[in-house]
């Protein structure tokens, strides 16, 4: 009998949650294997449930932060509501 793979457990960062800047509010999730060390992922889910990833993993949970302060800081958060397909950074 074979089901479906289950998914590893997640473990979210503390610095993962809501962010609202001009009155516009996105999820960013910062996520890695529960019980490992590996690298850190990032997502950027918005109100309509568009996700954007990075491409690139990061070493540690702030840099995973900071680099979307950056994003938001050089681009807008409005960037992640662009009509267009899917981002990925």
């Not at 009155?23 to 590996?38: C, E, H, K, S, Y």
């Not at 568009?50 to 807008?76: C, H, K, Q, S, Y």
Request: charged letters at 35%; glycine letters at 6%.
């Amino acid at each position: 009998m074979t089901g479906k793979p289950k998914k590893p457990k997640l473990e979210h960062s503390e610095l993962s949650g809501e962010f609202t800047e001009d009155g516009m509010t996105v999820l960013v999730d910062i996520f890695r294997p529960a019980g490992t060390q590996q690298d850190w992922r990032m997502e950027v889910i918005t109100r309509d449930e568009d996700l954007i990833e990075w491409e690139e993993p990061f070493a540690t949970d702030r840099e995973a932060f900071d680099e979307f302060l950056a994003t938001v800081a050089r681009d807008g958060i409005k960037t992640f509501f662009d009509d267009s397909d899917p981002a990925v950074h």
